[in-house]
């Protein structure tokens, strides 16, 4: 319970270190009564619950470069959003969350509590809260796991030549172009891996916690293509 640093917003009903050991759960109120006070779930008596962030994107930017040199020709495209608060739930985020049908063990997951003595070693200054199945225990929603989902991609890239006119009219072709291009090449972003900042919210639901961990990442392409204009 020392390390406890952050507000973790429970339901009323539930107190501290209920059905569990003491280190799997952790609450922090502003009076520490030991058990969270939602009040009237309103604006004018909220409890001890707090805003902690705002999961629409703020500040959405591209940038566009292109440029050209005897025949030759690059562009890259960068996008991203400059601001994003984002609550990433369930299995794909937590591991061990839904049970034994729907927990998962990703690598990410492996940073979890593990005390002295542990045969897989200890590890007090973990990510994650040791995993119980179906228990949810500090899976709420708090500042420690509110994910800073903004972001920079390099969503395309590609250089081509343009072979000179004088060349293809000697073949009747007005224009022949090679080109390479490249599809969301890299992302620079604070939001855990497991998820892709582009896609949250989208694809088996809407919402921003349960939407992120049945949509598919976008994938990586590359391509070589040829522009012919007879």
């Not at 299995?91 to 997951?109: D, I, L, M, P, R």
């Amino acid at each position: 319970m020392q390390r406890c640093k952050n507000t973790w917003l429970l339901p009323t009903s539930l107190k501290l270190a209920a059905n569990g050991k003491p280190e799997t759960l952790c609450i922090a109120t502003s009076t520490m009564t030991k058990k969270i006070n939602t009040g009237s779930s309103t604006i004018t008596d909220p409890g001890d619950l707090r805003i902690i962030g705002n999961n629409l994107p703020r500040y959405k930017f591209g940038l566009d470069l292109d440029a050209a040199w005897k025949g030759f020709d690059v562009r890259i495209f960068f996008q991203g959003v400059g601001k994003r608060d984002y609550w990433c739930a369930g299995n794909t985020f937590f591991g061990a969350a839904g049970g034994k049908w729907q927990s998962s063990g990703f690598v990410q997951h492996l940073d979890f509590f593990r005390p002295e003595g542990d045969p897989d070693g200890a590890n007090l200054d973990a990510y994650f809260a040791r995993p119980i199945l179906s228990a949810g225990k500090n899976q709420y929603v708090q500042t420690r796991y509110l994910q800073n989902a903004a972001y920079i991609r390099l969503k395309n890239a590609q250089i081509g030549y343009t072979f000179p006119k004088k060349m293809m009219n000697k073949i009747n072709l007005n224009n022949l172009r090679l080109f390479l291009s490249g599809e969301n090449l890299f992302t620079i972003t604070s939001l855990t891996s497991q998820f892709d900042p582009e896609v949250l919210g989208t694809g088996y639901s809407s919402t921003w916690a349960s939407g992120v961990t049945k949509t598919y990442p976008l994938v990586r392409t590359l391509s070589v293509g040829m522009s012919i204009n007879f």
